[in-house]
């Protein structure tokens, strides 16, 4: 148990469509980041949160969104789903550049 | 760049070493990392390494860091079945004030007896 803890553990869509993630970080940590895991590959980094501001982008499309609220549960925004966003989307949470902690992710499947 | 490799695939008998190899590109990683994953779960951090360390042990766990090569490897002890799953070598690398870690494709052990 990590104390990351993500919403819905599992859901499906169909393309076109947006979808809501949600992440509640350990406590006391200030520094959200989200991964998109795909099939039998490693997680790439989305973005990262630090004090309800955006501070670092992977290399993903503007479709990909964020929040971080001031008790720094974060959420992550896919607008207009395609297929090949159907992957593990994990939340990491961290307090001063420490170690990252991994929540247990959220299984999307595009239809 | 930013990469890291792995290869794909190792399969071992119980109670024997596993050693997991993995090479990165960035000489500017500041930690590197260790994750298994089990099957529909999420990422367990095994161990990591400082970037200036060449070794560290940690129970039935041994990396090595050759940073000359940029290679890690792991080194699981007396393997045992528990121990099957994806192994996920990471480097962090700190870019425009934040860090985010770079992962490999991972590598399946598969334990058998």
């Known amino acids: 148990e990590t104390g990351v803890t993500q919403s819905p553990t599992h859901l499906i869509k169909t393309r076109g469509q947006q979808v809501t993630l949600r992440c509640s970080s350990q406590s006391g940590h200030n520094t959200v980041s989200w991964y998109q895991q795909a099939l039998g590959q490693g997680p790439q980094f989305i973005f990262q949160y630090y004090r309800e501001e955006e501070n670092g982008r992977g290399n993903f499309p503007p479709r990909f969104s964020g929040l971080q609220f001031p008790n720094y549960s974060s959420e992550l925004n896919v607008n207009a789903l395609e297929l090949d966003d159907s992957a593990l989307y994990l939340c990491?949470?961290?307090?001063?550049?420490?170690?990252?902690?991994f929540g247990e992710g959220s299984r999307l499947t595009v239809l | 760049g930013e990469d890291v490799e792995q290869s794909l695939f190792l399969s071992v008998r119980e109670g024997d070493s596993s050693v997991i190899n993995c090479t990165y590109t960035?000489?500017?990683?500041?930690?590197l990392y260790w994750y298994k994953q089990e099957p529909g779960a999420g990422l367990q951090l095994l161990t990591y390494i400082f970037s200036n360390m060449d070794m560290k042990q940690d129970q039935r766990l041994t990396v090595l860091l050759n940073k000359k090569d940029k290679h890690l490897s792991l080194r699981i002890a007396d393997t045992q079945t528990g121990d099957s799953a994806i192994y996920f070598c990471?480097?962090?690398?700190?870019?425009?004030?934040?860090?985010?870690?770079?992962f490999g494709a991972g590598t399946r052990l598969a334990v058998h007896p």
């Open positions: 990471a480097e962090s690398l700190l870019s425009g004030g934040y860090n985010k870690l770079i």
């Open positions: 960035d000489s500017s990683s500041t930690y």
């Open positions: 990491a949470s961290t307090e001063g550049g420490g170690e990252l902690f």
